[in-house]
């Protein structure tokens, strides 16, 4: 997989980053969520993004880990036809590491025959998933918790990359 920048790589989860990358899912949901109920924190950490819940869709899904000098900071999943998980550490933000987390998955998802990606987005990642192409296909509540909170449904139709040369004959 391609680098990024220097001293940076995407490579697949394994069994023994699931500390390194719970640390980091804690630490990017407290720090990007601060304004958020601590009710909301707890709900995402001990069940959205729990170390049980990283392995299932590891096994289920594929699971990529951004490192950056050798320390996980950035992770984003593809299950099924949906993208879950997606995290980077708050002082690698916007630097294109989500962007190239996001590309990764795609990529993936095109190569297994998937055209039509989904993903659910709290208004702290909205933006940044439109500036993917993501699109809102709907507002969805959630109440596994005393109190609701917004998402969005959202979607993207992938396009697939034609090689051809200057006379669109196939290289």
Known sequence: MKNVMQGSRLREFNHDDLEDLKHLIDETVD????????????HMKSDHHSRERILENSRNGFTL???????????????????VGVFVHPSCQRKGFGKSIMLELEKRAL?????????????????????????????????????????????????????????????
Not at 36 to 41: K, L, V
């Open 111 to 171: 190569t297994n025959g998937i055209v039509t990606l989904t993903l659910d987005s709290t208004p702290v990642s909205k933006g940044f998933y439109e500036s993917l192409g993501y699109i809102i296909s709907n507002e969805a509540l959630t109440a596994r918790t005393n109190r609701k909170f917004t998402y969005y449904k959202m979607k993207k139709e992938l396009k697939r990359e034609h090689s051809c040369t200057k006379n669109g004959k196939p290289r």
């Open 65 to 83: 880990i951004f490192e950056l000098g050798g320390r996980i900071v950035g992770t984003g999943t593809l299950l099924g036809t949906e993208i």
């Open 31 to 42: 720090a990007s969520y601060s304004d958020y109920p601590e009710e909301f924190r707890e």
